[in-house]
């Protein structure tokens, strides 16, 4: 599996509309965005082919987690998706990138996420995702 194919998972069964990016200009962009019903956001998607032993390492860059921080910081829907191998999908919210540059000991990088599954993905799994994709940011700002 690499990104692409990550890409070509959650791109049929999440009911959103979203486009692949390739920002070449505006370093950090995210590579996916999304809408739905008026709510639309950013996803970083990254893969990792397994469980490290120590640290976990998912190659986001500094300038990707700056853009999603301060993409957040101003009310922005944003996160990073990544799977490891066929193991497992971790979502982190935008707010929480900046733990994955330095390479979080898995029980630091388990602690920060924000959605986590493993093994096989169930269509309930993809409307929990969706769930959380769409509304964090929406509810957070109705409080």
Not at 84 to 91: C, D
Not at 114 to 130: A, H, I, N, P
Request: proline residues 4%; hydrophobic residues 40%.
């Amino acid at each position: 599996m690499s990104e692409r194919n990550f890409w070509n998972l959650i791109r049929e069964p999440l009911p959103l509309k979203m486009y692949r990016i390739e920002n070449k200009v505006a370093k950090g962009t995210p590579d996916v965005h999304f809408i739905h019903e008026g709510v639309s956001g950013w996803i970083e998607l990254k893969y990792i082919p397994e469980w490290p032993k120590k640290k976990v390492y998912c190659g986001l860059k500094q300038t990707q987690a700056l853009w999603l921080k301060e993409y957040y910081s101003r009310g922005g829907n944003c996160w990073v998706a990544v799977r490891i191998g066929k193991e497992a999908i971790a979502v982190f919210s935008g707010d929480t990138a900046d733990i994955l540059i330095s390479g979080p000991t898995r029980a630091e990088f388990l602690n920060a996420v924000s959605w986590f599954k493993t093994g096989r993905m169930t269509k309930g799994d993809w409307v929990e995702l969706t769930n959380l994709l769409l509304g964090s940011r929406r509810d957070a700002l109705k409080t």
